[in-house]
């Protein structure tokens, strides 16, 4: 951040402020006698201001996606029916071989209904994480220098 100078105007023919003005000893006259009038100097120096911003790094998108799949399950299936077993008369008795005869009565067929369950629930959630950065950088200062000290003295 810089600062503009501020500019400073001095009451001395020469424009440095740093002599001193001639006294009423130097001149002989006490009514010729310059006052000495401060000036304020301001020394002006920058400091950091470390401000934050929240930028979007990155977007992230949670969606459910279906998934078919074939899946195979085995089924026992029952069935009634009725047997007739007819042994027919012969000279020697009756035959051995029986005549069979079948009449279906019932059975099972399978039917598929599909029930929806919850087979996973998942969490997601935001967190945030502190981190500590170091940040560097150049700052300027200004100092007051006064050159002809031993004049001044």
Known sequence: MNHP????????????????????SQTGDPAEAIPVIPQRIELLAE???ISKEKVETEEVIVRKEPITEMQTIEVSLTREELVVEYYPATADGLSEVPEVTRYLLSEEQFVIEKQTIIAEEILVSKRKIQRTEQVSEEVRHEELRVEGEDELA
Do not use: R
């Open 5 to 24: 100078q501020p500019e400073i105007q001095f009451p001395f023919e020469d424009g440095t402020g740093l002599t001193s003005p001639p006294t009423a």
């Open 47 to 49: 400091q950091l201001e």
